[in-house]
Nanobody
C-alpha cells in the first residue's frame, strides 16, 4: 500500500485547509485510513481515522476543528481543517491500516498556520 498526501501549506490563523490522501497498491486489504500529526519537539499524535464502513475516531480535542471523510470508490481520505490556529502547525501524515493490523504511512505534508 502506498499513500500520497497533498494539500498542506501556509495559511493564516482562522483560515482553512483540506488535506487529501490517495491510496494505491493492495487497496482491498485496507480497513482504516486516517491522519496523524507531529509538531516540532512533540510525539506523533492521532488526528482522526475512518474505517471503510464510515466509523470515525478523533484524537483528543480534534473533533470540531477537523472533519475526516473517505471516498472508498476513489481510495482517498480527506481532512477538512477549519478555523485554524497556530498551534496546529505540524507535519500531517496519512496512514492506513490493513485488516491484519499492519500500518502504512505516507510521506507527510506540512501545515503551517501563521498568527
Amino acid at each position: 500500500v502506498q499513500l500520497q498526501a497533498s494539500g498542506g501549506g501556509l495559511v493564516q490563523a482562522g483560515g482553512s485547509l483540506r488535506l487529501s490522501c490517495a491510496a494505491s497498491g493492495v487497496i482491498s486489504s485496507i480497513n482504516a485510513m486516517g491522519w496523524y500529526r507531529q509538531a516540532p519537539g512533540k510525539q506523533r499524535e492521532l488526528v482522526a481515522t475512518i474505517t471503510s464502513d464510515g466509523r470515525q475516531n478523533y484524537g483528543d480535542s480534534m473533533k470540531g476543528q477537523f472533519t475526516i471523510s473517505r471516498d472508498n470508490a476513489k481510495n482517498t481520505v480527506s481532512l477538512q481543517m477549519n478555523s485554524l490556529k497556530p498551534e496546529v502547525t505540524a507535519v500531517y501524515y496519512c496512514a492506513a491500516t490493513n485488516k491484519w493490523g499492519r500500518n502504512y504511512w505516507g510521506q507527510g505534508t506540512l501545515v503551517t498556520v501563521s498568527s
